[in-house]
Nanobody, 115 residues
Framework: QVQLVESGGGLVQAGGSLRLSCAASGSISTINGIGWYRQPPGKQRELVAGFTSGGGSNYSDSVKGRFTISRDNAKNTVYLQMNSLKPEDTAVYYC?????????WGKGTLVTVSS
């Protein structure tokens, strides 16, 4: 099993920045997929950024060039640096990992961007 805890959300003005963190614990050596998702109010959850199997990263078109996913293996933590935030980035942000064929989610952290 894998446990995930997100942090770093909050209220920020448009144009500002936030860095989200996702701390993983448990069977982290079995993790083979990591991503950040978000769920805007009244909408479906969507993929924001993730690591590819080749070691690279991919991003949704809506955040490309503004968000950066990174990881610190020594701290078992994945980050999402969010710059040039827009009101439409307002959402609950979730960390997701795959391990042994199972998908694990954190409880999410709320990001609110005011105009």
């Amino acid at each position: 099993q894998v446990q995930l805890v997100e942090s770093g959300g909050g209220l920020v003005q448009a144009g500002g920045s936030l860095r989200l963190s996702c701390a993983a614990s448990g069977s982290i050596s079995t993790i083979n997929g990591i991503g950040w998702y978000r769920q805007p109010p009244g909408k479906q959850r969507e993929l924001v950024a993730g690591f590819t199997s080749g070691g690279g990263s991919n991003y949704s078109d809506s955040v490309k060039g503004r968000f950066t996913i990174s990881r610190d293996n020594a701290k078992n933590t994945v980050y999402l640096q969010m710059n040039s935030l827009k009101p439409e980035d307002t959402a609950v942000y979730y960390c997701n990992v795959y391990s042994r064929g199972m998908s694990y989610w954190g409880k999410g952290t709320l990001v609110t961007v005011s105009s």
